[in-house]
């Protein structure tokens, strides 16, 4: 075998944001751009000598050729043993399951999420700890740093390998094996929800749509809803994973999901809607109907995870994203159980959850997750929403309007302003955060300013603080806005404007009429509009 050594510069740009390096395809292409940053990673992971290294993506674009050169620098950085999923395959959920049973060092992920991908599109690398979750932000920064620094790296010159052949290979003096991507991951789902009740359900006639978005869930919601649970094929539509998610945005959400949502809202709607996103950690969930907010389903299913075999002890505790609704906050004083407000990212989620003090955990941007794995899970919540269905016989559209009738309803959107001049961005959050002083009594849209301040999150766990994330505007009325920009964006900023207003009674009023003067606050309070030259959200959801 011969290992290279090969002189490299560092890239100024591969600073880890919400969810790893984010960019374009065509920066990723630059000659040693990979191969910088998978070094500096594993530069970062000081026992990898001997260890065992996990590895797989979404499948986008690019998935097989940068599966292929993070082998070959693995192998010259002392990774004794990879695993990799077949074709290069390994959703977000499956390799934070593989990393923790097989006992890894931890796990190289390739993905960009939801962000649309192919040639043009965006591509990500992201490491997992041996927990099985995002690295924390003490170890992004040490590959960032370690990034900066970098003179050379490693690498073993070796053709590539088939991917597609399940068993074992080697790349210099590592062993390779390339795995089911979702045998292992399926093997956890079967004891922690109840499968022969979701079997039974399927069996008496139950319909639903699983929209895999053409990406990576297609093989796991089709081995386990239609192979082992019985749902009748066709049951998982755009089951194919493709590397431009057939020219999609696979990011499961009213607007990208739309074909899904016309289905939901139309006459033929069958019993149950879902669909993931890009790497498996998101879910949109639908009832007949009615889309269901995500952070409505992290609170139906914080009240209702009981019935399933994982939770039938009952729950730590929950937490949830700043900006996720309070709508799980309520459940948690019901349950007499501790419920944490983080940043966002799912990495706030890990000390929780390792400390054992959460069982579940969710944010407003379709993610949900609880202890078995240390990233959120898109298929696992839908099995558990299955698993209610089921033991409760409820219709999906009866649990939801039952779980407002006990604790109120949440209205909720969320507003993103695209693409926005960074500076303009910066100005809004700037003129905010200089004003967050006065704000508390103003009258805006016919509200009144109750409070407003500037999230700050010390860790109960380790005591870390993080600073800067989102500001708060909470009103009297039982209404709040949150700004904050995005860390995921590729281009330009993107500015989310988080919007919400609880109602104790009035539980079928449209959401657009219900949030209307909110969304005028918002905008009136930011300066959007006067500050970006934006008069609409690019999107809402
Ligand atoms: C977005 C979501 C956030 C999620 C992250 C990764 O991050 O808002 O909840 O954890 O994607 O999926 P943002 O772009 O807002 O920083
Ligand atoms: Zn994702």
């Known amino acids: 075998m011969t290992v290279s050594t090969v002189p490299t510069t560092p890239f100024p740009d591969q600073k880890p944001g919400t969810s790893g390096l984010r960019k374009k395809v065509p920066v990723f292409q630059q000659p040693r751009y990979v191969e910088n940053f998978v070094q500096a990673i594993l530069d970062t992971v000081p026992d990898r000598e001997g260890a065992t290294l996990v590895v797989g993506g979404d499948g986008r674009y690019l998935n097989r050729e940068v599966v292929q050169t993070t082998l070959r620098i693995a192998a010259a950085n002392g990774i004794a043993r990879a695993l990799v999923g077949q074709g290069g395959l390994l959703s977000t959920p499956a390799a934070s399951c593989v990393i923790r049973k ?308 949440d209205y909720y959107a969320r507003h993103d302003y695209e693409e926005v001049e960074t500076e303009a961005a910066n100005a809004v959050m700037e003129g905010l955060r200089s004003r967050l002083g006065c704000l508390p009594g103003q009258r805006v849209a016919g509200l009144t300013v109750a409070a407003a301040d500037e999230f700050r999150y010390v860790d109960p766990v380790d005591g870390s603080v993080t600073e800067r994330q989102g500001i708060r505007i909470l009103f009297a009325e039982d209404a709040r806005v949150v700004y904050r920009l995005s860390g995921t964006g590729t281009a330009g900023a993107t500015l989310r404007v988080y919007i919400e207003r609880y109602s104790a009674d009035r539980l079928d009023a449209a959401v657009e009429e219900m949030l209307a003067p909110v969304v005028e606050a918002a905008r009136a309070l930011g300066a959007v509009a006067a500050l970006t030259g934006r008069e609409e959200p690019s999107v809402v959801t």
Request: charged fraction near 20%; include cysteine.
């Open 102 to 409: 097989a006992g890894a060092v931890g796990g190289i992920v390739l993905s960009a999420s939801h962000n649309p991908g192919g040639p043009d599109g965006d591509f990500g690398i992201k490491f997992n700890a041996a927990n099985g979750g995002p690295a924390p932000e003490s170890v992004t920064e040490a590959i960032f740093a370690r990034t900066r620094a970098l003179t050379e790296y490693r690498i073993v010159e070796a053709p590539d390998l088939d991917l597609d052949r399940i068993g074992r290979a080697r790349i210099g003096a590592m062993e390779v094996e390339i795995i089911d991507p979702v045998a292992d991951y399926a093997a956890l789902m079967r004891e922690i929800v109840d499968f022969p009740a979701i079997r039974a359900l399927f069996a008496s006639g139950f319909r639903m749509r699983f929209d895999a978005m053409s990406a990576v869930t297609g093989p796991y919601a089709r081995a386990i809803l239609e192979g082992e649970l019985g749902a009748p094929a066709g049951t998982v539509v755009n089951a194919e994973p493709k590397p431009d998610f057939g020219g999609h945005h696979p990011d499961p959400n009213p607007v990208h999901a739309h074909d899904l949502m016309a289905l939901m809202l139309g006459p033929d709607a069958p019993d149950f809607g879902a669909a993931s996103d890009g790497d498996g950690d998101r879910n949109m969930i639908v009832a007949p109907g009615r889309f269901v907010t995500p952070s409505d389903s992290l609170a139906i299913l914080t009240a209702q995870a009981r019935n399933a075999p994982g939770y039938a002890a009952g729950l730590a505790g929950v937490a949830r994203s700043m900006p996720t609704s309070r709508a799980v906050d309520r459940v948690a004083a019901a349950l007499g159980i501790r419920a944490y407000e983080t940043p966002t990212g799912w990495k706030f989620f890990g000390n929780l959850l390792d400390a054992g003090l959460i069982t579940l955990c969710g944010e407003e941007s379709a993610g949900t997750g609880s202890n078995h794995v240390r990233e959120k899970d898109g298929l696992w919540a839908v099995l558990l929403w299955l698993n209610i269905l089921a033991a409760t016989g409820r219709p999906a559209q009866d649990l939801v309007r039952d779980h407002w009738a006990r604790f109120g309803r």
